[in-house]
């Protein structure tokens, strides 16, 4: 093959769409589904039921989906609902055959006959549809956000209650085997004791792989002597039950020093008075 120089106008010039279809399989048999949705003015147990049985117990994940469309629910928010509600023993087809009634009872209790009628009735117009759009798109990303910034907001709080200004949030701090970045360095980035990463799953930006590299960064960069303490919350965690345990197993061997939920506040708190007398700040 010649070796040749090519231009940045050249590759530009040449670049074309990827165009991509959103509507596999999946999408079109919940589209079938909900187009089998009868149009009533109000809509009763009976018909939730018909929703879950209309594939005669077969493609019950089709059944979760569309019963996730009318809630508003994302996939794992409808899992971990499902979850607390029913309890042990899975939120499946086997779970529904064993307990229907139980199962149709929970469905309820999320409000899904409401959900189904304030849908099916609702009269839209042009402007609802790109209302629509804005939500699962922009404003997906704004909630993640919002929830990333409100879990670090709580844990600013509790750090100001003990340590006054003597803190630098979201900063790169001077480990001793290079540069990493964190949420809070106590007392400062250039010497710190005390590393605190606020990580919300589910927040933008806080998926599995990016909690578990941004704890791992700061873990290879700190003082084996100072304390990394992770803040962290959300349900997703609960449908993700495995990948939580990664994170516990760090702290397990000793590279997190300590994990916190917002129902923990108390336990933070005193956790860092102890640490700021054992450090002297």
Not at 3 to 11: A, D, N, P, Y
Not at 136 to 155: N, P, V
Not at 197 to 214: C, H, L, N, R, V
Request: with cysteine.
């Amino acid at each position: 093959m010649k070796v040749i120089q090519q231009g940045f106008s050249q590759i530009i010039d040449s670049l074309s769409a990827l165009e991509a279809d959103w509507m596999d399989d999946t999408a079109e048999a919940i589209m079938d589904r909900i187009r089998a949705v009868p149009m009533k003015t109000e809509y009763d147990r009976a018909d939730i039921e018909a929703l879950i049985d209309a594939g005669n117990g077969n493609d019950f994940q089709i059944s979760k989906f569309c019963v996730g469309l009318f809630l508003g629910f994302s996939k794992d928010k409808l899992e971990v609902e499902l979850t607390d509600r029913l309890g042990p023993g899975g939120t499946g087809v086997k779970r529904y055959q064993k307990d229907r009634d139980g199962y149709l009872d929970v469905l309820e209790e999320l409000g899904l006959r409401d959900a189904m009628t304030a849908t099916v009735n609702t009269v839209l117009v042009w402007s609802d549809i790109l209302k629509e759009r804005l939500r699962s798109g922009r404003g997906s990303a704004i909630q993640g956000q919002q929830r990333g910034r409100e879990l670090e907001d709580f844990t600013e709080e509790v750090i100001k209650e003990v340590f006054g200004a003597a803190y630098e949030p979201r900063c790169t701090f001077q480990g001793v085997n290079g540069l990493a970045k964190c949420d809070f360095a106590i007392p400062n980035k250039a010497q710190p004791f005390i590393l605190i990463e606020a990580k919300g799953y589910g927040a933008t930006g806080s998926k599995m792989s990016d909690i578990i590299g941004d704890v791992d960064a700061i873990i290879g960069a700190k003082r084996h002597d100072a304390s990394l303490l992770l803040i962290t919350d959300g349900l997703t965690w609960k449908a993700r039950a495995n990948d939580l345990r990664k994170i516990i197993q760090r702290q397990n061997e000793g590279r997190i020093t300590r994990i916190y939920t917002k129902r923990m506040r108390d336990q933070f708190k005193a956790d860092l008075i102890t640490l700021k007398g054992e450090y002297g700040i």
